[in-house]
């Protein structure tokens, strides 16, 4: 899936990914793409409930080993 | 309408200072209005030097390496990151005053009020929390 910006929060614990998703996002244009890059596993339900109370649609999300990865649309 | 986070810290440890920043970033991540009222002990954690080397509970000291070894951030690194979002530090006058402290003892940012400017912000509140 094509992002317009990857935010690498590996290795970052609670609350470090969310808080450096959130940055990231605010760079962002309403529609446009953020890929998500993390190793937490707090992280998984973390960031699903973060996009759904900030409004922004969550797309889609896979692990590769022990990476998750996640691509949120910015509402 | 933003959702409103209203926190008390009351306790100065290393375990309460965590739970109270995370609990604090995370909810100015998701675009909350954010207010930590910091009385008695809870002062700790926004005092200059105190909250650079909060105490474990007793007995547990061994976990300092398990913040390390998870690559949790510092409270000093939390407590910057929490004003970067807007997380507004009140600290309380009249523990203050008890404890002969000034504003100056307290990192940059902080406001000084009484109870009631705590309530009056609380009272809108979606969430209150005590720690």
């Not at chain 2, 939390?78 to 005053?97: H, N, P, S, W």
Request: glycine share 8%; with cysteine; aromatic share 8%.
């Amino acid at each position: 899936m094509k992002a317009d910006l990857v935010v690498d929060a590996k290795g970052l614990a609670c609350p470090m990914p969310i808080v450096r998703t959130k940055k990231a996002m605010d760079t962002l244009q309403s529609g446009q793409v953020l890929e998500i890059h993390v190793t937490d596993k707090g992280a998984k339900n973390d960031l699903s409930a973060w996009a759904k109370s900030a409004g922004h649609e969550m797309i889609d999300m896979i692990e590769e080993g022990d990476v998750l990865k996640f691509w949120a649309r910015k509402a | 309408m933003k959702k409103r986070v209203a926190i008390i810290a009351a306790n100065g440890g290393l375990f309460d200072a965590y739970k109270v920043f995370n609990i604090a970033t995370a909810a100015a991540a998701t675009e909350a209005e954010v207010a930590i009222f910091f009385t008695f002990e809870g002062l700790n954690l926004i005092h200059k030097e105190a909250y650079k080397q909060l105490p474990l509970p007793e007995g547990k000291e061994q976990i300092q390496q398990g913040f390390a070894q998870a690559n949790v951030p510092s409270i000093p690194e939390l407590v910057g990151m929490a004003q970067e979002m807007g997380v507004k530090f009140i600290a309380c006058q009249m523990t203050m005053d008890v404890m002969g402290l000034t504003k100056e003892h307290f990192v940059d940012g902080i406001d000084v009020g009484g109870a009631v400017t705590f309530l009056d912000f609380a009272k809108d509140a979606d969430i209150t929390l005590t720690f």
